[in-house]
């Protein structure tokens, strides 16, 4: 069996690995990995400048989902992750150029202690009021039109009010999805919160249920298990020592060089019968299998010609762009900065930034002694005109709102920025309809998958699971004792 993978990021060298597994479980199949770039690793990259990490994409995984911190053991990372010092997890959100401590208890979007609540000053008198009434709800079964789907800022609204959105789910989901709380689906961007509303009216009731429901299995666990063994909760955030460019390093050292090829765009794909054929500027080759893991608007292109429907859908699926820039700073020249991670800043505040990470604090150990990092983020759904703008305009543009927000007067000693055009898939309202439909277009083309942030997670795990997902559902024959024997050998 031979199976072409198009596209070099996460995904697809996930893909390209599972593929490999099984290729040394003694599996009869083959890959070759299609990059019209000239590196593999899509939005994660990261170097290590006088001994301070620099991320250029995503700094960490979500410890929550195992895939990431799943295939960083099979590939001997363990040894190098680090941790998020949630002892230090404290986020802000500007409001009126200050900074305001999320109140504690907040859970994402939810409140859960209301004194907590009642006190802060995020949040205006009649909004408080509105968020203790909200215990009151009633469930609610979801509606009927868009499949009974409707945006997070409709969901939190109904809830908790306007002010809710502008300075929780706006500012949240910026920070995440680089996206606009009134386009982003709640079912697929907040489940959770759809589930407890349908079941409980009144989400505050429904998390403090969850809540309740987590510390008896906990103490039943302890009472079942010798206690010695009951672990720590998990840090929220992981990452690795040297920068998540370690997880692709020795992802790719895994690979056959021979079937990794960069600067090689794929210009067009058939369906020949059975085969796939895909035709790249230097060769055309027939696939029993391909993997699709380029963005859905790039996939949208090349599979035109083989299903117009297919291609329409993909084509829809909206992404936004950001931009990363990483500052690092002489530490005493920071000092004192707030507590905590960093801040958010919502779209009504008319800034620049999105959001600011105080990454030092985030992950003790990456920095060089004495050295400070802030990390800032630009772009998104409500300002991807900056892309346009230069380097230099928008280090100023930072630094002077950096100044306007924290007082930080002193220069950088070193500005690093990257731009990443429509790299993050935005699930909008109905997205779960269209993803239905795909899979319908899907089921009338044997060996084809799509895999990518643009249909069932955004996030690194998410990638990876998807990427080696395919690659099972592809080889599905192996037995997965000799895939286990082949990883264990690798």
Not at 178 to 201: C, H, I, N, Y
Not at 208 to 237: D, Q, Y
Not at 302 to 311: C, E, G, I, T, Y
Not at 328 to 347: Q, T
Request: glycine share 8%; hydrophobic share 45%.
């Amino acid at each position: 069996m031979r199976v072409a993978i198009i596209g070099g990021g996460i995904a697809g060298l996930a893909a390209a690995y599972e593929l490999e597994l099984a290729r040394r479980a003694g599996v009869d199949v083959e890959y070759e990995l299609f990059e019209a770039g000239a590196r593999l690793g899509g939005v994660i990259s990261s170097t290590v400048v006088d001994g301070t990490v620099i991320e250029h994409g995503p700094d960490s995984f979500l410890t929550e989902k195992p895939a990431a911190a799943q295939l960083c053991r099979e590939l001997g990372l363990e040894s190098q992750f680090v941790a998020s010092d949630d002892a230090q997890r404290k986020t802000f959100i500007l409001v009126r150029n200050r900074l305001v401590a999320l109140p504690d208890g907040l859970m994402f979007l939810v409140p859960t202690k209301l004194l907590a609540t009642a006190l802060t000053s995020l949040f205006s008198l009649p909004t408080k009021i509105r968020m203790g009434l909200e215990l009151l709800h009633s469930p609610r079964p979801g509606n009927q039109s868009n499949g009974g789907d409707e945006s997070v800022a409709e969901l939190v609204r109904r809830h908790y009010g306007q002010e809710a959105v502008d300075r929780l789910a706006d500012p949240l989901l910026s920070g995440i999805y680089g996206g606009d709380s009134t386009q982003l689906s709640a079912r697929s961007v907040l489940p959770r919160l759809v589930e407890m509303e349908a079941k409980f009216g009144s989400l505050t009731r429904g998390m403090l249920a969850a809540m309740k429901a987590r510390k008896e299995a906990a103490a039943k666990a302890a009472e079942t298990e010798n206690p010695e063994r009951v672990s720590a909760p998990p840090p929220l955030f992981t990452t690795l020592r040297f920068g998540l460019q370690q997880m692709l390093d020795a992802l790719v050292g895994r690979l056959d060089q021979s079937r990794l090829h960069v600067l090689t765009p794929v210009e067009a794909v058939e369906r020949s019968g059975d085969r796939w054929v895909v035709q790249s500027a230097s060769s055309e080759e027939r696939f029993d299998g391909l993997i699709v893991a380029t963005p859905a608007w790039a996939a949208a292109e090349f599979l035109a010609p083989v299903d117009r429907q297919l291609s329409d859908e993909l084509g829809q699926i909206p992404f936004s762009s950001s931009i990363t820039m990483n500052l690092v700073f002489d530490g005493a020249d920071l000092d004192p900065l707030p507590e905590g991670f960093g801040f958010l800043v919502p779209a009504v505040e008319k800034r620049a930034m999105l959001a600011c990470t105080f990454l030092h604090r985030k992950f003790p150990g990456r920095t060089a002694p004495g050295k400070s990092v802030l990390r800032a983020f630009l772009g998104g759904a409500h300002n991807a005109a900056l892309l346009a703008e230069s380097d230099e305009a928008l280090a100023e543009l930072v630094r002077e709102e950096l100044f306007e927000i924290l007082r930080v007067s002193a220069i950088p000693e070193l500005v690093e920025i990257q731009r990443w055009p429509r790299a993050m898939a935005q699930y909008s309202v109905g997205h779960q309809e269209r993803q239905q439909r795909i899979q319908t277009r899907l089921a009338g083309l044997p060996g084809l998958r799509l895999v990518g942030n643009a249909y069932d997670g955004i996030g690194i795990s998410d990638c990876i699971r998807l990427g080696r997902q395919a690659a099972r559902q592809l080889t599905s024959a192996t037995p997965q004792d000799a895939r286990a024997t082949a990883q264990s050998h690798t």
